[in-house]
């Protein structure tokens, strides 16, 4: 409010400049203190004081109490200030209460009747200065006494926009304070709409409170999506000359803007294709803007731009439908990263680790790979360059993995320390989960300890160890290496752990070398032993009972160490106990005995990595979207260990993923040539079974259907020719199903009367609802339409939906049949049990009808691996170490369905001598035990 002319105090005036002229704190206290006198003998004495002095006396009382004194006197006065009619003097009994009087006073109820008073009179001044003191104090029984008061306010047609500004901002604090303070579905339609008011200072007011209601009830109030897209066209297609109120530096509502663009990554992709098209089409505006030359050479006009682009990029990357948007979105972040702007580099690399996730932008941001490895050699800030790391994490794959952990030792050498530890678990994590050959994951690994020991966690060296038991490949290789590493002479606790322990269980493979014979094994790693930790030498100390077993004949010389008073008197209690233990276990025990005690590890069972589980507690959002970009790229993230079939080597080596890497859907982008529509599966010279010509042109295009290897995947492309491309992602739970199909035109002219349909299957009917969301039936060229459909499995079925494709092509008419991949394992829940509770269950399900059996040729090379990967991959749980036979795979789960839930169990034994297979499954329903092992069978 503006001051008001002849409504200065002269007395407050004198008095604060009596306190700055002070030369010393005494000088000040006294000053106070004589004036503090006054102002409570003028309150207790003079009963006859006018608004006017009670308003000078409370300010002199405020400004004591700013100056750090308590104040315990002057609360009444200024609650009798609220009453006043005058703006000044009810400002400053507002403006006390607001700073001095807490929510648990006891004037607090006086106070909150003139509160009401106040929002109930017609005066907007009195209004916005009793919704501000609301704001202010905020409790729970002002929210109770009051809350029915504001909303009212806010949606009133009569209420001005200054007050419906403040109502909606008051609201907001009260609602934070107590979320019952708006009724649900009371105010809702009504809240809402004020995003369509003229005033966009009403609507920036009411955004900030329907982004908070919205984060509590987003059903209730998913109408605001709409309403916010038109409203954000709105002001995005506008110039800065069209909003020259709310314009800031030549950018038009910059602050609107941002809060709209925040409100809709509540909300997933509109399914309104109108509404979905207007909000692509503000984000392309966004983007473009962000091209053009600036309009001021002023920090603020870069500001307020940057920061609409940054949102606009973060809801580019929460939608993840738009593959177009997500790669110019990637590369106006790439021009970022050489920006002499410290903070954009920084916005620009964490931006660009989400858009690593997205199986559309993840390419796009590889590019950028060898701009932000010199970022991590040369940026001067840590925490850009710990984004950095960050980055080159998400954007690593089995292409790239060598180059980017290579890059990260090198860095680590000089590393901050503060992220260190953080860079060692990733490095770790990269290794394992995109190594190709053993040899170069445990070099990795025996580098990152020589690097950086002191931060190598137990979980690291533990991780190594179990994939070396695991993997006989590699343990000749690793006792090598790790021999070598001890060699040196500053050698790291960490790595005489991981040396005593793989060598005490794999020296003997490289103990026919001279150069590494058991005694000069045992040398080594006793060289070692009175600088290491207690529990480094207990572990060592083990190590030399395995050498007993193993090497005879230097059994005196450990004897003699283990008899070593270091040892049998250590005032270590676990060093002493081994070392008396395992000489007496050496001195008593036969070799037979002692062969059988000191037996080689056996292999660690299977279990998600220890390394990942640490880096998910230090980075949850990190780990949280590289787990959604694995997702959609088919793999599965969690590493595991896993005992080799028969020692089979399959292309994923460690187990990292129990399925192989599913193809993505396919990512076209307006204006692409067609040539970037490749079939990812390169399976062109199959012949798609199902395609029918209408007799325009018939057999003139080759087609690619890849149903049989979409029965085990949910993503890929489903079916291609020389017009189109069409990719499919699959998201199951429960009986439910979400299907979203691309349509992508490879031709170089539009594509008219695009009508995709289901057709009515007499078979599916009660057993398969699916429901089809419409398109546009003009598909440019190069362009890529979208569309879903749900999909509810009622019972169990055995056909096949087919999806028929109309299409006009250069005037002539196309149609094609393609059979979905929705089969009723899509809807089965894997689940785990052990032997016994199996073949319990097995023998329960041996009436007539429950069991369907088929003996069958095998159709493609019998490899163990991929026969493992398919059967994990067809939704049966694949349950190991069940069957006797350790070359047959057993399987259980449940079918989902609205009607009932289907127990099934299989078993699978394959016979490689005759080439042959023999399947059994065995259901609660015999139909569903018929289909299962059809489907089983076709993939074999």
């Not at 009724?183 to 809402?192: F, L, V």
């Not at 392309?284 to 920061?307: D, F, G, M, R």
């Not at 970037?676 to 199902?690: E, K, Q, R, V, W």
Request: charged share 20%; hydrophobic share 40%.
């Amino acid at each position: 409010m503006p001051p008001v002319k002849g409504d200065g105090m002269r007395g407050l005036a004198v008095f604060i400049s009596d306190i700055r002229n002070c030369k010393s704190r005494e000088a000040e206290m006294k000053r106070i203190n004589k004036e503090l006198a006054n102002i409570r003998s003028k309150f207790k004495g003079d009963k006859t004081l006018d608004g006017y002095q009670k308003k000078k006396y409370v300010c002199k009382l405020l400004f004591i109490f700013l100056l750090g004194h308590d104040i315990d006197f002057g609360q009444m006065e200024a609650v009798n200030l609220l009453s006043s009619n005058k703006y000044t003097e009810k400002q400053i009994g507002y403006l006390f209460i607001s700073v001095l009087i807490s929510e648990e006073s006891d004037l607090i109820k006086l106070i909150m009747q003139a509160i009401k008073n106040d929002l109930n009179s017609r005066n907007p001044v009195y209004i916005c200065l009793a919704l501000q003191c609301i704001s202010n104090i905020g409790s729970k029984e002002m929210a109770e006494y009051l809350g029915s008061d504001i909303p009212r306010l806010l949606v009133s047609g009569d209420t001005i926009d200054s007050v419906k500004q403040s109502a909606a901002l008051c609201l907001l604090r009260l609602y934070r304070t107590n979320p019952e303070v708006l009724p649900s579905g009371e105010w809702t339609s009504r809240i809402i709409h004020l995003l369509n008011d003229q005033h966009l200072g009403v609507v920036t007011a009411a955004n900030s409170l329907i982004d908070a209601l919205v984060k509590k009830s987003p059903e209730e109030y998913k109408a605001c999506v709409p309403l916010a897209v038109s409203r954000l066209s709105r002001i995005v297609s506008s110039t800065y000359t069209d909003l020259q109120d709310y314009t800031y530096y030549f950018v038009p509502a910059p602050w609107l803007c941002v809060k709209l663009l925040r409100l809709l990554q509540n909300y997933p992709p509109p399914d309104d294709p109108s509404v979905r098209s207007r909000l692509n089409e503000c984000l392309e505006t966004i983007l473009n803007k962000a091209q053009e030359p600036p309009k001021s050479k002023k920090v603020q006009h870069s500001n307020a731009k940057n920061a609409v682009l940054f949102e606009a990029i973060s809801l580019i990357i929460h939608l993840d439908i738009e593959p177009n948007l997500l790669v110019r979105g990637c590369n106006q972040l790439g021009q970022f990263l050489s920006h002499r702007e410290t903070n954009l580099r920084y916005l620009a690399l964490e931006s660009m680790c989400l858009l690593a996730t997205s199986e559309f932008s993840h390419d796009a941001v590889k590019k950028h790979q060898e701009t932000v490895v010199n970022a991590l050699k040369n940026e001067r800030d840590v925490s850009v360059r710990q984004r950095a790391v960050d980055l080159l994490y998400a954007v690593c794959d089995r292409s790239n993995a060598e180059e980017i952990v290579a890059e990260m030792l090198n860095y680590l050498e000089t590393a901050d320390y503060s992220i260190r530890e953080e860079m060692v678990l990733k490095v770790a994590i990269l290794a394992e989960k995109y190594a190709v050959d053993y040899t170069w994951y445990v070099d990795v690994i025996l580098n990152l300890i020589r690097i950086a020991g002191d931060y190598v966690s137990e979980e690291v060296w533990y991780r190594v160890i179990q994939i070396v038991v695991n993997r006989e490949d590699v343990q000749g290789y690793a006792a090598k290496t790790v021999f070598e590493a001890l060699q040196a002479p500053a050698c790291h606790e960490n790595m005489v752990k991981v040396g005593g322990y793989i060598l005490g269980e794999f020296g003997n493979l490289i103990a026919g070398d001279p150069r590494s014979s058991p005694i000069v094994q045992f040398q080594l790693l006793h060289s070692k032993y009175h600088l290491c930790s207690p529990g480094t030498r207990s572990l060592l100390l083990s190590t030399y009972v395995k050498y007993i077993n193993l090497f005879p004949e230097i059994k005196s010389q450990l004897q003699e160490t283990l008899y070593s008073d270091t040892n049998l008197r250590s005032s270590d209690v676990e060093i002493q106990q081994r070392a008396v233990e395992y000489l007496k276990l050496s001195s008593v025990a036969s070799p037979d005995v002692l062969a059988t005690v000191l037996e080689e590890m056996p292999h660690f069972p299977e279990r998600e990595s220890s390394i990942l589980a640490k880096l998910k507690k230090k980075k949850p959002n990190l780990e949280e979207a590289a787990t959604v970009r694995e997702s959609r790229h088919g793999t599965m993230p969690p590493m595991q260990i896993q005992t080799p079939v028969g020692g089979a080597v399959s292309d994923d080596l460690l187990n990292l993923g129990s399925s192989p890497t599913s193809p993505q859907a396919p990512a076209m982008t307006n204006g692409s040539a067609p040539d970037s529509l490749l079939d990812i599966f390169g399976s062109h010279a199959s012949t798609m079974a199902n395609m029918v010509s209408n007799g325009v042109v018939p057999g003139t295009f080759a087609t690619a259907d890849n149903f049989d290897k979409l029965v085990t995947k949910n993503s890929g492309v489903l079916f291609e020719n020389d017009l189109i491309q069409l990719g499919i992602r699959c998201e199951y739970h429960g009986s439910q199903g979400r299907i979203t199909l691309f349509y992508g035109n490879k031709t170089s002219t539009a594509l008219q009367a695009f009508l995709p349909e289901l057709p009515n299957h007499a078979a599916l009917a009660g057993k398969l609802t699916m429901e089809m969301q419409p398109i546009d039936s003009f598909v440019a060229s190069g362009a890529q339409v979208q569309q879903t459909i749900s999909v509810t499995c009622i019972t169990d079925f055995d056909h096949v939906p087919r999806l028929h494709l109309q299409l006009v092509y250069s005037g002539a008419q196309q149609r094609v049949e393609i059979r979905l991949p929705i089969t009723l394992n899509k809807f089965v829940l894997g689940v785990e049990m052990d032997s016994n509770t199996f073949f319990g269950r097995w023998k329960n399900l041996g009436n007539p009808g429950q069991e369907a059996q088929k003996i069958f040729k095998a159709k493609y090379a019998m490899d163990t691996e991929l026969a493992k990967q398919k059967l994990l991959g067809f939704g049966i749980s694949l349950l190991e170490r069940v069957d006797p036979n350790p070359d047959n795979f057993c399987g259980a789960g449940i079918i989902q369905t609205v009607s009932m839930q289907i127990g099934v169990l299989y078993r699978f034994e394959p016979n490689k001598q005759a080439q042959m297979y023999r399947l059994t499954v065995r259901a609660s329903k015999d139909t569903a035990a018929q289909r299962i092992c059809e489907l089983m069978e076709e993939q074999f």
